[in-house]
């Protein structure tokens, strides 16, 4: 199984300023994910990225709120925009087994918006 | 209706107690079952992952699929206090792109 990490672990921040969440993976992948999961509720999917290609974006999340870089196979970075107190969560990227199509998952990133 | 149900609990039980974890779904097209373990402040760990009816063992944890009800069961035998947790069902449909569906998660508490 592959590797996950993830920078920071947990942060606060400020009202309208913007956090970037590092992803690192110890393998090549295809495909990464970037999940958010509020208190109380299931993990939602942000959007997915492939390296060399603009990230998809389910329903409800943007590029201008949430851009995602992709820049090589072990790597991505996902950014939380001009911040509110409902952006507090905690912030997962997972990446998918492309033979098995099972996914794992970081430890996650707490975010705090104060 | 809400394309999964998981009952949230929280479930408390004794240790060695055999626990049972479920998840109802509505949606045809799911093809691949997971359960997941969640401690606290960590990320989801992957624990089973079906693709079939059935049941699938592996040590301590039975899962179970059952495609023609929708609906999945998580089952722990001799419960211990670090099975401490949440428990979340996941899905996806078959095909390249796995877009993974969870439920809400049920908190698990084993007493020693």
């Known amino acids: 199984s592959a590797v996950i990490s993830q920078k920071p672990s947990r942060d606060i921040c400020q009202r309208g300023t913007s956090l970037t969440i590092q992803c690192q993976v110890d393998s090549q992948v295809t495909m990464m994910f970037w999940y958010r999961q509020q208190p109380g509720q299931s993990l939602t999917l942000i959007a997915t990225a492939n390296q060399g290609s603009e990230a998809t974006y389910e329903s409800g999340f943007v590029i201008d709120k949430f851009p995602i870089s992709r820049p090589n196979l072990t790597f991505s970075t996902l950014t939380v925009s001009n911040m509110s107190p409902e952006d507090s969560s905690i912030y997962l990227c997972?990446?998918?087994?492309?033979?098995?199509?099972?996914?794992?998952f970081g430890p996650g990133t707490r975010l705090t918006v104060l | 209706q809400k394309e999964v149900e998981q009952d949230p609990g929280p479930l408390s039980v004794p240790e060695g107690a055999i626990v049972s974890l479920n998840c109802t779904y509505s949606n045809s097209a799911f093809q691949y079952f997971m359960w997941y373990r969640q401690y606290s402040r960590k990320g989801p760990e992957l624990l089973m992952y079906?693709?079939?009816?059935g049941n699938k063992e592996d040590g301590r944890f039975t899962a179970q699929v059952d495609k023609s009800s929708k609906y999945i069961s998580l089952f722990i035998r001799d419960s211990q206090p670090s099975d401490s947790a949440t428990y979340l069902c996941?899905?996806?449909?078959?095909?390249?792109?796995?877009?993974?569906?969870f439920g809400t998660g049920t908190k698990l508490q084993v007493i020693p």
């Open positions: 997972s990446v998918e087994d492309t033979t098995s199509h099972e996914q794992f």
């Open positions: 079906t693709y079939s009816s």
């Open positions: 996941a899905f996806s449909n078959s095909g390249g792109y796995q877009k993974v569906t």
